[in-house]
């Protein structure tokens, strides 16, 4: 069975400081791994993916994600957060196939 | 170059009725992909079309139905609605059969509240 675990469904940060969202995973296989972005009434916007190149893959908006076989994680980070990266963000897993499994979501809040 | 738009944005049904809601895939992508977003939870995939024929489902009962068009514009169909039914249903294109190495782009949603 395949499932997306994303600890913490709401994480605060300064302004400036490092943004850490968790993502853990089951797979039977080898998945390809997705994290996405959701502002307020608007649709997933795709920050980055993880197909089995590199390990650690950069996104847009300076956030990057390592993805770590041996813990079957693939947390999101930023070295420093920007007011306007406050949003909801989901973490995704695709085994072989065309179905995405999404996490629950964690909702970031940057505090001026 | 038109984003994926979906209608309508809110919606409102009671039990048992039938609801529709549509989705314009951005220009030249030929597949489709549905999800249902409960309040608080990640989306869950629906169903996929790939040049009008069902391409994947997940587990969804079967009064959800879809259809996609020659112009790869694409239907939602759910029938007897459910109060649990309320959700953000969002639609999804990309240009490749194989959204693994294709972006999936989302469209805003239709939110749908069945009373």
């Known amino acids: 069975a395949q499932s997306v675990t994303q600890l913490g469904s709401h994480v605060s940060v300064s302004e400036g400081a490092l943004v850490l969202l968790r993502c853990n995973y089951s797979s039977s296989v080898p998945p390809y791994l997705f994290w996405y972005v959701q502002y307020p009434n608007q649709g997933l916007q795709l920050l980055l993916k993880?197909?089995?190149?590199?390990?650690l893959v950069k996104g847009i908006n300076g956030f990057e994600a390592e993805f770590k076989k041996s813990e079957t994680s693939f947390h999101l980070t930023k070295p420093s957060a920007h007011m306007s990266d406050a949003a909801e963000y989901f973490c995704?897993?695709?085994?072989?196939?065309?179905?995405?499994?999404f996490g629950t979501g964690t909702s970031l809040t940057v505090i001026p | 170059e038109t984003g994926v738009t979906q209608s309508p944005t809110h919606l409102i049904k009671t039990r048992g009725q039938q609801v529709t809601l549509r989705c314009s895939s951005q220009s030249g992508h030929n597949t489709v992909s549905w999800y249902q977003q409960a309040l608080g939870q990640g989306p869950q995939f629906i169903f996929q079309?790939?040049?009008?024929?069902?391409?994947g489902r997940g587990n969804f009962p079967p009064r959800f139905s879809g259809l996609q068009f020659p112009n790869y514009s694409s239907e939602l169909n759910v029938n007897a609605l459910e109060l649990d039914d309320s959700a953000l249903y969002l639609c999804?294109?990309?240009?490749?059969?194989?959204?693994?190495?294709?972006?999936?782009?989302f469209g805003p949603g239709t939110r749908l509240t069945v009373l």
């Open positions: 995704a897993v695709r085994p072989p196939g065309n179905q995405f499994y």
């Open positions: 999804a294109s990309s240009l490749v059969r194989d959204t693994l190495t294709d972006t999936q782009y």
């Open positions: 079309y790939y040049r009008e024929e069902e391409n």
């Open positions: 993880y197909t089995s190149a590199a390990t």
